[in-house]
């Protein structure tokens, strides 16, 4: 058993152990695995371009929707405006401190270091250029990946809206718009990234 | 057609990046290819997803019970809990986003509850009914929970919206301890169940079942 030699594109799938070749895909192409179904292989076309002009958009975005204010209230002639900190920065000054950190790590601080990595990872291999120690920011990636929330955050700020609506008179600010467009732009910047470009360079490169 | 596992050739699979590497008898193996730890299956993956889903059952009871926050306006003070947040929603007419928060903040979080519950019994029992819909139960789990942060986000939102002193403020109540708690529990629950123990149930001399 143990000087058995297996063929290189063997592969085992993550979800069940099931040991299965990996199949050339085209381009555009995914793999499922044929026993529990789960995603084996993906391979996104033209990633190093695409995911990098995305991840730059996103870079772009995710400063608007942290700078400018998220939205606004006006009550008699009184108005409130709040930016995605300073709503942070007021649940943490109620006594909050724990909620008002988990909102912090989902909604602002793990979507950036989301961005910044893949952004790490992909200039050195556009410009050719091959680093080791990538592995361990991929591992990064993939390990705050479940934590970044800002789909969620979007919703929960139109569920508040509603919520005001008969209270105040609500002004959707440009932090807002930014935040929708970012979920978009990450949504197709992870689908856009390969990370076999990662251990395969010689093989992507054109 | 026989199921041969990475297991039963003596292979560790590695869940960063999918290279196979042979198991050796190292204290912490790591990946060759991207020099992530490896192991054969999760560390204490069954332990762990029991403590953290009962420690996320018994927290659910006053993320539901409690109030989630306080609305003091020109009428008076007003606690609500999520379900009451709900019912508010419902009755002020915007019941498309009344069954959002509903299913967001109660039906997610519990199902999820009940799913890991059931996924962390049926291994344990070495269970070999349907593993492949046991296996995708557990994507489902994976995809869904992180949408019951919404009530949490919510609350953020209106406690620094609404600070309009003498005619009306938002505090956020004990509950949004409690639900946000419940959220990172289940959510680390999920991350440590491995769903390849539903399929040690069948060894490598077996045909699949279908499902």
Redesign the interface.
Known sequence: MHHLRLPATVIACHDCDLLQHEPCLAPGQTAFCVRCGAVLARSPADSVDRSLALVVTAAILYVLANVYPLVGLELQGRRVEVTQFAAVLSLWQAGMEPVAALVFLTAIAFPVLEVAMIAIVLVPLRLGRQVPGYGRFYRLVRSVKPWGMIEVFLLGMLVSLVKLAHLASVILGVAFWATAALIVVLTFASRAFDPRLLWEPAEAAP | MG?????A???L?C??????A?SAPVALPR?P????PLHDRKPASLATTWALTLAALILFVPANTLPMMTTA?FGGRQQDTILS?VV??WT?G?WP?AL??FF?SILVPLLKILALLYLAASVQRGSRVA??AR??L??MV?VIG??S????????????????QG??TV??GPA??AF?AV??LT?FAA?SFD??L???AFTSDEV?PDD
């Open positions: 199921a041969v596992t990475a297991r050739l003596g292979l699979s869940h960063a990046c999918g290279q196979l042979r990946c290819r991207c020099h992530a306006s947040g508010f929603l002020s915007s986003l959002v928060v967001a593993p492949r296996t995708r557990y994507r994976e992180r949408w942060m919404l009530d949490i986000y919510v609350v953020t939102l209106l406690v620094a919206l609404v600070r309009f005619l009306a505090e956020a949004s301890l946000g959220v990172v959510m991350l769903p390849r539903i399929w040690d699949t």
